[in-house]
């Protein structure tokens, strides 16, 4: 089965403790087709400027994405430009840009309103709605959110939230939103907005994931060369819903495996500043990351 | 077999933003052996004032906790006030009166010298070695430790290091004893100082266990009634070392069990204030946790 990701492609600089880079191909859009890609195919759409290089995504279309919906727009693309303070859990924003990304309108080309599987990432929760409005029965939506939004346009996102099946999102966002200190309470009052799946992200301390009732929880590969955090969270989503449309099934067993898959993605891309380490992995190095992963909370009592 | 325990009894003042005790039961070695006395028979080492109420724990005599090395001496018993912020996370201290505490000088009776399993909670890591020196071959000897105690006493910490199999330490402590922010990097540091078995704990987020070149990750339990976490920390050493004495057997398999056994230990100890909700369970209760806890990480690629 086909997943559609509808987001952003930019170019980030990006400064940690110890590197960096300037306009390094980014978005969330690019960091979720590069992952997915090894698990289905993909559609896209996104916008550009033209000042894009379009070879910068070479890899993208030798991958299994398909390129309709990608608009290219007189203008600059989205740039922003951050840096990771000495834990590299925090980070600053030196500036954003938006760009062409500033009037993004997401329309999906008719070969894509069929996807069965859709991933929102993190746009305007109004556009968010708008692109779930445009596709016709899909098996499984699912969608990113930030603070700002959950601060300034929350009516908007709870009509959002009413119309998909998953949220991912991290614990700190699942506090503002549900407005509850306790993360498993927040959580039931997010899952009464809608959404009857949460993956909540907690970068170092692993994922859970909550499905109706039932929890899975799944700890972060332990990866002693931590690049740069930058995308982790949309390569995360692009495992998890490249492996369950891979799959097409929606339950308890798929959903916790597809989390161990976005979890071994996502610790590659921290791996690596851009698309580096992601866009050259072999089937086989995935593997023998999810079964690491699987091995570090094995234990039977 | 048994297992030796040295730390503090203490009455404790607690205030959390939905409740508040004062002057409840607590000291690492009182949760220690509550918890630790539904595995193995415990051999306690604490001192305390001649305010003490020896009712107050009439429950460890029956729980088979050998109270031969608790020394009542004239004064008053170790008192701690707390203050828990909104988070539960972050706590403030009000008071800490040593009392009879400040001259603690732990001798371990005859008949305690031969327990295999010791663990040494955080006091002056100078009394930890001498606690060591006094016993004759033990099997495993677990230590626990603070901040206060690394950043102030550094070098006799290391000689304790030295003696001891394993290390119960939180995450922020791993990184201030190996100074690197990376805590997979940092535990291998510290292993380089002597235990080769650390124990990681990373409080709502789980538990890490590093024994050897193997990780073993354990959530934490769910738990939406977070009443008090005072003692969480000992309450779970006591459950980690009860299990392992009471199978007598160090290895990875045992080990991961009892993270699994201490974690559910743990999660009972904040559901009530002070020693209420740990020293009234049923060995049903605390196997059905377990197998919750293993149940939430359980998947098949």
Not at 59 to 70: P, W
Not at 108 to 113: A, D, F
Not at 138 to 148: G, S
Request: proline residues 3%; negative net charge; hydrophobic residues 40%.
């Amino acid at each position: 089965m086909s997943v559609l990701v509808v987001g952003s492609m930019a170019y980030d600089s990006v400064e940690t403790p110890f590197a960096k880079v300037d306009d390094a191909l980014g978005g969330s859009a690019t960091f979720f087709s590069t992952a997915a890609s090894y698990f289905s195919p993909v559609n896209l759409v996104a916008v550009v400027g033209d000042d894009f290089d379009m070879q910068d995504i070479d890899f993208l279309y030798h991958r299994n994405v398909n390129m309709e919906g990608l608009v290219r727009e007189k203008g600059k693309t989205f740039r922003w430009k951050g840096r990771y303070l000495d834990n590299m859990n925090d980070r600053e924003t030196i500036y954003t840009e938006l760009n062409v990304f500033e009037h993004f309108n997401p329309v999906l080309p008719e070969s894509y309103k069929d996807s069965d599987y859709v991933f929102l990432a993190n746009i305007n929760p109004d556009l968010q709605y708008h692109v779930v409005q445009q596709t016709r029965h899909p098996k499984f939506v699912a969608m990113d959110t930030m603070n700002f939004w959950i601060s300034g346009s929350l009516e908007q996102l709870k009509r959002t939230l009413s119309v998909v099946d998953a949220l991912m999102i991290n614990d700190s966002e699942v506090r503002d939103l549900s407005g509850e200190h306790n993360l498993f309470t927040g959580a039931r009052k997010i899952q009464a907005m809608g959404p009857k799946t949460l993956v909540i992200k907690k970068g170092e301390h692993g994922a859970l994931l909550i499905h109706n009732d039932s929890y899975f929880f799944c700890p972060a590969f332990p990866v002693e060369n931590l690049y740069d955090p930058t995308g982790a969270g949309d390569t995360f989503a692009g495992g998890f819903m490249g492996y369950l449309a891979m799959f097409d099934k929606i339950d308890d067993a798929h959903l916790r495996r597809a989390v161990v898959y976005a979890s071994a993605m996502a610790s590659f891309c921290v791996e690596a500043f851009s698309m580096d380490r992601l866009k050259s992995l072999k089937n086989e190095d995935i593997e023998i990351r999810a079964n690491a992963i699987v091995q570090m909370t094995h234990v039977n009592l």
